[in-house]
């Protein structure tokens, strides 16, 4: 159920959404939101866990996963470039180029690598993810 | 053939062939007719790709070459058995054992065996240093030997030999010779003068050729130390290569009464069956149609062949074209049909100046092509090809297939007039039918979508240019216009996009994507735009939302290295440093632990900074007068230079004052690719700059210029653009070719490459640089001087600007913590990356 929650949007929060799930999810106070990159990333250390912030301005949607590239364990996802397949919108690791799907964590150009993708939400400037 | 009761099928040999039918068998087989499929293999590995063996000294692995790993053996339910070679087979009981003790019993029996190489009579083959090349363990012999050897030569010089040979120059030997029997080189496919215009053509690369050479002794006591021929002369060698032929691999069939042939191999109908109809032999171990096919194609097609008779078709194997062509040393040579033919009209190009020639043999009535030859330049084999084996009525001009058509006829327009059963790949036996299928109606427009469709261009991959051009061809026909555009976010080209973005004066990535894209931009075209709007406007890169464009390096304005830290390399224009300098330097590295190397553009890399580090090290760095080097950028690297007449005995002119002086003038402008340059102080060119994009070079008048040089994987030398021009001059010509240069070429296409697909190539280039036919030459030279003037430091901008200061961080939440995964490895006294796994 991750997947559904790997998508938020800053202008207004699916409340209904929240509701429904808000037993399963601990939200965590990550940063604010100006601390994250317009069109681009940054990492949080959230409880000894290192979570790229994806800010995606252009469609209005913020993203999290975790910040290791599973390709060659490298912390560096949050400086990868974001951008589109399609509709799908995806991180480019910058050591290799491997691309990962922000909203189901799948790595486009190379079968059998995967990273998780946790819930995000924006609530008054503050970036809040969900572990 | 009762293929529902008799499933046990036992090949023996694991090469390319034995390889192919067990693909070709799995692919068939269906649910009510399984087989149960054992491999002998005689070799410690599983079938490699034998025909790019001498790739193994470009750096390619053993599990580059691998044609399937084993694990597909097992997925497959075959049971491999390497390092094993069946040594009997007993035929009254249909079963086979191998060396180590396994016995099998098979319905059917399939010799793979292959061939070894054929070692001549010589008195002296066992010496050490004398080996054969087959195996990649031959190669790792030959390989650890010439570590010592200083000269080599290799016996033989057919296609073979000729890879040897330049194995023995990728070894670094210092003189490598090619030794032949024959009149002439590859006496099987070319003719004399065909061989002699290769010749040239491997003698300008270092090859010593030798012609006519019967060798009658390999002299040395108990290591080789030379070869004496029959006509007295002799060379001195420390290594020998035999290459001299092929020696078909039918002991096994001897010795189980299978009928061979006289002078060696295993005689097959046409059905590939041996004299004992339960056992085929295929590939080079075979005599079928009473020759050796010691190609990769007639092999996979014999595998075709009896994996298609053991699932019940009827399936013949038919004399197979010998034709071939391969790129030796950098020269393409093709030979097809019957290179050779007599009682025929003859049409010969021959070009000395350039190493090219070519001949095709047109029958008495003018209206058939019956083979030819091409050396230097086999562009047209393909279609020559084709047209050959299609008997495709010759045009009354049959000169313009060799010459090109004189007439402007569009690229891709040849190859659509092939009939549509021309075979385009023949390894894998692909039609022109098929791939026009796969392109029009399955939408497999890309040269990947139709290998994994297809399976062409997957064997030798000398159809991919033609497949190419069926690509283009068939959407041309559906009126779809082909050409290089980004990515699926622009429709452009980069030299499109670059006019529109100046146009319409934007200058962010949303503005670009917005006017003139769709989508949110990707890896590929955001850096190529953010190239764009550094070349256009010149602003700092990491502002106005440009920082999340830039590719992974100029995001943080240095280098990324294993592990997550970066490097740091200040600018040292021309390699120029004073002492104070060095010492700032080295206080620098030690503060933060900084690994340090001399690089090979006479510069300082320091390497292992926490990105967090980056803002204080550069502080440091700027305070003591350093500026930013654009190591990270596709911008100007550095400007190497030779000491130069200052210092030096033989200078002519002052090479490191006008290495400065370019290095300045040039410093952070953004290309499309990297750019490097060099100034030498004398004919002598220590600094090397003919491996640039631009190099100078001193001479007793003035400098010349050279344009187009490369290093890296394909070295190229720069090409003379001017010769004896006085500084000014000089710095007007690089001006605008440099400007040229960024406006027109795509993204990451290096100076080389984009001269090398230039229509009219170094003639146009000086035509528009030198001569300005265009009437570009102020425009450029104009444009090329805003980018000089509006020069800043990034990092000095960086370092003072407190919103890009703060994005130096790993933790955004936690600034001041560094990454707690980054480790490093003590060595020789500083430290390295940990290794990744």
Redesign the interface.
């Known amino acids: 159920m991750a997947r559904a929650y790997a998508r938020a949007s800053s202008k207004s929060i699916d409340m209904e959404t929240l509701t429904i799930h808000k037993d399963e999810i601990t939200w965590q106070l990550?940063?604010p939101t100006s601390?994250?990159?317009?069109?681009?990333?940054?990492?949080?250390?959230?409880g000894g866990r290192?979570i790229a912030i994806f800010n995606?301005t252009?469609?209005g949607e913020w993203y999290a996963t975790e910040n290791e590239c599973p390709h060659?364990?490298?912390?560096?996802l949050s400086?990868?470039?974001?951008?589109?397949?399609?509709d799908e919108?995806?991180v480019?690791c910058?050591?290799h180029?491997k691309?990962f799907s922000l909203q189901s964590g799948e790595c486009l150009n190379d079968d059998g690598y995967k990273i998780a993708t946790f819930p995000i939400k924006v609530v008054d400037d503050m970036v809040y993810i969900g572990v | 053939m009762n293929t529902n009761k008799n499933r046990r099928v036992v090949v023996i040999g694991n090469g390319m062939v034995g390889y192919k039918f067990c693909e070709k068998l799995v692919a068939k087989e269906k649910n009510d007719q399984r087989f149960t499929l054992t491999v002998f293999g005689e070799e410690p590995r599983v079938a490699y790709d034998r025909v790019h063996l001498s790739a193994y000294f470009d750096g390619k692995t053993a599990n580059d070459l691998t044609l399937a790993p084993q694990s597909w053996y097992a997925d497959n339910g075959i049971t491999l058995y390497l390092t094993d070679p069946v040594i009997d087979i007993d035929r009254e009981r249909k079963e086979v054992r191998s060396h180590h003790g396994v016995v099998v019993p098979y319905d059917y029996l399939i010799l793979a065996t292959g061939s070894g190489a054929f070692v001549p009579p010589v008195a002296g083959v066992e010496k050490d240093g004398v080996f054969v090349y087959r195996t990649i363990e031959d190669l790792d012999l030959i390989q650890s030997y010439a570590r010592k050897a200083r000269k080599g030569a290799v016996l033989g010089g057919g296609l073979l030999g000729l890879e040897a040979a330049k194995a023995l120059l990728d070894l670094g030997l210092d003189e490598a010779h090619v030794v032949e029997f024959a009149p002439r080189l590859m006496p099987r496919q070319i003719d004399d003068a065909g061989s002699g215009v290769l010749q040239r053509q491997l003698e300008s690369l270092g090859l010593k050729i030798h012609l006519s050479k019967s060798t009658q002794e390999i002299t040395g006591d108990d290591a080789i130390t030379g070869m004496l021929f029959a006509d007295g002369s002799r060379i001195d060698v420390d290594m020998l290569v035999i290459s001299a032929g092929i020696r078909p691999r039918d002991e096994l069939a001897k010795a189980s009464g299978i009928e061979t042939h006289p002078r060696g191999g295993i005689l097959v109908d046409n059905f590939l069956q041996t004299s004992d109809p339960s056992i085929f032999a295929i590939g080079e171990c075979a005599v079928a149609h009473h020759m050796i096919y010691g190609l990769v194609a007639p092999g996979y097609e014999m595998a075709e062949v009896v994996a298609s008779r053991l699932i019940g078709e009827e399936k013949e194997f038919k004399p197979y074209d010998m034709s071939t062509k391969l790129k030796l040393i950098g020269t393409d040579v093709g030979s097809f049909g019957d290179p050779f033919a007599s009682d025929c009209k003859t049409i010969v190009y021959e070009n000395k100046a350039k190493g090219v020639y070519k001949r095709i043999n047109i029958s008495a009535d003018g209206k058939e092509l019956l083979g030819g030859i091409l050396v230097g330049d086999a562009e047209q084999y393909n279609m020559l090809l084709q047209t050959c084996k299609n008997k495709t009525i010759l045009p009354p001009d049959p000169e313009d297939l060799i010459l090109g058509s004189r007439g402007g006829e569009e690229a891709g327009a040849g190859v659509m007039s092939l009939p549509d059963d021309a075979l385009i790949c023949s390894c894998e036996a692909v039609t022109k039918a098929m791939l026009c299928h796969e392109i029009g109606e399955n939408g497999h427009t890309t040269v990947d979508a139709l290998k994994k469709a297809t399976k062409a261009c997957t064997g030798c991959g000398g159809c991919t240019p033609m497949v190419k051009d069926i690509i283009q061809g068939v959407l041309k026909q559906k009126g779809v216009y082909v050409r290089n555009i980004l990515c699926?976010?622009f429709d452009f080209t980069r030299q499109e996009l670059l006019d529109l973005v100046k146009i319409n004066s934007l200058k962010t990535?949303?503005a670009v994507?917005d006017k003139v894209g769709k989508?949110?931009?990707?890896?590929v075209?955001?850096?190529a735009v953010a190239s764009i709007l550094a070349s256009l406007w010149n602003e700092n890169i990491l502002e106005k939302?440009r920082?999340?464009?830039q590719?992974?390096n100029d995001?943080?304005l240095a280098n990324?290295q294993k592990?997550?830290t970066y490097s740091v390399v200040p600018r040292i224009p021309g390699g120029e440093i004073t002492p104070d300098k060095l010492i700032v330097i080295g206080q620098v590295a030690k503060k933060y632990g900084l690994y340090t190397k001399i690089t090979g553009g006479q510069r300082i890399d320091l390497f292992g900074a926490h990105v967090g580090d980056l803002p204080v090290i550069w502080e440091e760095l700027i305070a003591a007068g350093f500026e930013s080097g654009h190591a990270y950028g596709k911008s100007l690297r550095t400007v190497k230079s030779c000491v130069g007449s200052t210092w030096c005995r033989f200078g002519v002119q002052d090479s490191v004052s006008f290495a400065i002086e370019v290095e300045e003038r040039y410093k952070g402008i953004r290309s499309p690719h990297k750019l490097k340059s060099g100034v030498s102080g004398c004919i002598r060119e220590c600094a090397e700059a003919q491996s640039k994009d631009f190099g100078i070079i001193a001479t007793e008048k003035g400098w010349n210029l050279y344009i187009g040089g490369n290093g890296g994987s394909k070295p190229q030398h720069a090409q003379l653009l001017a010769s004896d021009v006085d500084k000014e001059t000089c710095i007007r010509y690089i001006d605008r070719f440099l400007m040229f240069y960024i406006k027109t070429a795509d993204p990451l296409t290096r100076t080389a490459t984009w001269l090398n697909k230039m229509d009219g190539g170094m003639n146009y280039l000086r035509a528009v640089v030198v001569d300005d036919v265009l009437q570009l030459a102020d425009e450029l030279e104009r444009e090329m001087q805003l980018l000089v003037d509006t020069f800043k430091c990034e990092w000095k901008e960086a370092v003072e600007n407190p919103a890009l200061r703060a994005?130096f961080?790993?933790?955004?939440?936690?600034p001041e913590?560094k990454?707690p995964?980054?480790q490093f490895d003590a060595l020789r006294d500083q430290k390295r990356a940990k290794e990744?796994?």
């Open positions: 990550a940063c601390h994250i990159p317009e069109n681009g990333g940054a990492c949080v250390l959230l290192q995606f252009r469609r060659r364990q490298q912390m560096a400086r990868g470039m974001i951008g589109s397949q399609g919108p995806k480019a910058p050591f180029k691309t | 699926e976010h990535f949303d994507v989508g949110d931009g990707c890896e075209c955001k850096p939302g920082a999340t464009i590719d992974s995001r943080f990324i592990g997550g994005r961080a790993h933790f955004v939440n936690a913590q990454d995964t980054i990744w796994v």
